[in-house]
Nanobody, 114 residues
Framework: QVQLVESGGDLVQPGGSLRLSCVVR???????????IEWYRQAPGKQRELVAT???????SYVDSVKGRFTISRDNAVNTGYLEMNSLKPDDTGVYYC?????WGQGTQVTVSS
């Protein structure tokens, strides 16, 4: 059974940075590397939105609101996806989820506030 475990969420001041991790357990590195990874976020009272995607080939895409501030990456050797977030704004507050191999993680809370 595939399990996704996110970590790295925290309370941070505006302008700060965080690095989220998504460890995928229960699958081989070869299977992990064959799938894309997506990061979503859900702010209070809002719908979940797709924030960033990385394909199995390493091609990335971002929602406009995070372009130039967030970077999605992956390390296939350790079945892990990452979301590097810089210049954080209060609007980035929410629960961040990773998704891959048809599964979702439990989410990690990011709060941007002074």
């Amino acid at each position: 059974q595939v399990q996704l475990v996110e970590s790295g969420g925290d309370l941070v001041q505006p302008g700060g940075s965080l690095r989220l991790s998504c460890v995928v357990r229960g699958t081989s590195t070869s299977t992990f590397s064959a799938y894309g990874i997506e990061w979503y976020r859900q702010a209070p009272g809002k719908q979940r939105e797709l924030v960033a995607t990385i394909t199995r080939g390493g091609r990335t895409s971002y929602v406009d609101s995070v372009k130039g501030r967030f970077t999605i990456s992956r390390d296939n050797a350790v079945n892990t996806g990452y979301l590097e977030m810089n210049s954080l704004k209060p609007d980035d507050t929410g629960v961040y989820y990773c998704a891959t191999l048809g599964s979702w993680g439990q989410g990690t809370q990011v709060t941007v506030s002074s």
